[in-house]
Every structure is written in structure tokens, then in C-alpha cells.
């Protein structure tokens, strides 16, 4: 089993849905997580950190559940400049990180 | 402008040519990592270093080099390459403290005949 999973998708919405996002991990020592964006052939940005209480950036709203070991993305009203993959990413320790596959969003016009 | 800058951006070489991917950041960040991406494999951390003179393996550290003598520079050696090191490779460098978000440079994608 990956450290890091994601559904690869693509996922293909138009604008203006919601759409949801998870990853699920295996390493219950996982320390910190965020979700990063990375557009086609360009380099990963951070999108937000991820906290256990839950948190919320505009249209952007992540979850970690520790117990169940998964983390969400939630992205309301899609814009078409949302399109790219989202990646779940990991800090084991230190400056050790684990990134998942990507998933891939597509918002339609 | 704060940044990180990897050169070459792309890069065709063959079997066993000695080569260095440079990265440089002026964030004064003190740590750097470099991460290999794949296709179905997302990316992968090749080495890590927390400091100056500070470096340790990540998740693919074989058939790589690495070398922290100054705190903006992080260069990734590939002594001897190989087909399988065909891949993009990015750089990123972070503070020590806080979130500990990454900057990622623009990458470098490498081809090895």
C-alpha cells in the first residue's frame, strides 16, 4: 500500500460545482499536511495547510480526520482557473516530505 | 524578487556523463530538498538538507549526490547517469520554522539516452 493515496481522477466539473477531494494515509506519525496545486508542467504551490480543527481559505476548505487517517479538500463555486492536480502532501519529520499521485480537476466552462 | 532558480531547465545527455543540476534560493531559507517527478508516482524526495553541511537521504536518494557548502546553493550530482534518471526534477527550499511551506523551483527536466 502507498504511504499517500489520492484518486487520480481526472475530475471533470463545470463551473461553478463543488467538488471534493481525499487523501488517505498510512503513516499515523505523520507530523504536519497541506494541499498543494500544480499546474500542467509547472512547479507545485501551496495551496493551504491542513489543521486538525479544520480550516477554511475562501473557497477552499480542508479537513484532517487523524483517527481515520484521511485528509479532504473541499473547492466551492469552481473556477476555471481551478483546473489542475491537487497534492496531498506529508511531513513525516524535519524536512522529510511524502507527496501523493495528484489528482487531476478539469472545471468546464 | 524572492525565488528559486534551477538551471538547466532542460538537459539531454547519455548514458554515464558526469552531470550537476544547479539550484540557488535567496529567501535565506535553511532548508532544501530535491524531489523527482514521475508519471503515476507524483514526487519523490531525493535528499534533503536542514542546513549548511547538513544533508540526508530521502525516499530515492540512489544513484545521487548532493552537497550544501554554502546556504543558497543545494546543487544534485548525478555522477554516472542512467536511462531511469529521466525525469523532471525540482527544487524547493523552506524555513525552518512555522508551516514550513516549500518553493519550488521551476524545475529541470533531464533525459538520459
Known amino acids: 500500500r502507498k504511504e499517500v493515496e489520492q484518486d487520480p481522477g481526472p475530475f471533470n466539473v463545470p463551473e461553478g460545482a463543488t467538488v471534493a477531494f481525499n487523501c488517505t494515509y498510512s503513516?499515523?506519525?505523520?507530523?504536519?499536511f497541506f494541499w498543494y496545486r500544480q499546474d500542467c508542467r509547472k512547479e507545485p504551490k501551496l495551496l493551504m495547510s491542513v489543521y486538525s480543527s479544520g480550516n477554511e481559505d475562501g473557497r477552499f476548505t480542508a479537513q484532517l480526520n487523524r483517527a481515520s487517517q484521511y485528509i479532504s479538500l473541499l473547492i466551492r463555486d469552481s473556477k476555471l482557473s481551478d483546473s489542475a492536480t491537487y497534492l496531498c502532501v506529508l511531513r513525516r519529520g524535519g524536512q522529510n516530505f511524502v507527496f501523493g499521485p495528484g489528482t487531476r480537476l478539469s472545471v468546464l466552462p | 524578487e524572492a525565488q528559486v532558480t534551477q538551471n538547466p531547465r532542460y538537459l539531454i545527455t547519455v548514458t554515464g556523463k558526469k552531470l550537476t543540476v544547479t539550484c540557488s534560493q535567496n529567501m535565506n531559507h535553511e532548508y532544501m530538498s530535491w524531489y523527482r517527478q514521475d508519471p503515476g508516482l507524483g514526487l519523490r524526495q531525493i535528499y534533503y538538507?536542514?542546513?549548511?553541511?547538513?544533508?540526508d537521504k530521502g525516499d530515492v536518494p540512489e544513484g545521487y549526490k548532493v552537497s550544501r557548502k554554502e546556504k543558497r546553493n543545494f546543487p544534485l550530482i548525478l555522477e554516472s547517469p542512467s536511462p531511469n534518471q529521466t525525469s523532471l526534477y525540482f527544487c524547493?527550499?523552506?524555513?525552518?520554522?512555522?508551516?514550513?511551506?516549500?518553493?519550488f523551483g521551476p524545475g529541470t527536466r533531464l533525459t538520459v539516452t
Open positions: 538538507s536542514m542546513n549548511v553541511e547538513v544533508t
Open positions: 524547493a527550499s523552506s524555513l525552518s520554522q512555522g508551516v514550513r511551506e516549500q518553493y
Open positions: 503513516n499515523s506519525a505523520s507530523q504536519s
